[in-house]
């Protein structure tokens, strides 16, 4: 489930960040589009390792990512590349998968 809102994340990500301005091409679109990428590729890379251990690492790396882009999404409020409305619908969906990546890491380093 969590990978499944990542990928919606991603694309919620591509989206907004299309009308950017172009000369942002390669800073802070590329910046906040890799983050995004980051998460649901993290989640599957991690899934996919033997350890259990290596998958926690991986949830951690895209929880990483996940404080990365809650402050990308803030610059891109503040310096008014990003309508407000548009981030609240991303901050949300962010902060639901962030939610699930803590829960998730929490319950495989109990077992």
């Excluded at 809102?5 to 910046?31: C, K, W």
């Excluded at 409020?77 to 929490?106: A, F, H, T, Y």
């Amino acid at each position: 489930d969590v990978w499944k809102r990542a990928m919606i994340l991603v694309e919620g990500i591509y989206r907004s960040t299309v009308d950017f301005p172009a000369e942002e091409r390669f800073g802070l679109v590329s910046q906040i589009r890799r983050a995004a990428i980051s998460v649901p590729a993290n989640i599957s890379e991690g899934y996919a390792r033997v350890h259990q251990a290596e998958y926690v690492h991986h949830l951690s790396i895209a929880q990483g990512s996940v404080a990365e882009i809650e402050t990308l999404l803030l610059i891109s409020v503040r310096l008014k590349l990003l309508p407000r409305d548009e981030s609240v619908i991303l901050w949300r969906l962010l902060q639901e998968v962030g939610k699930m990546l803590r829960q998730m890491i929490r319950s495989l380093r109990k077992s």
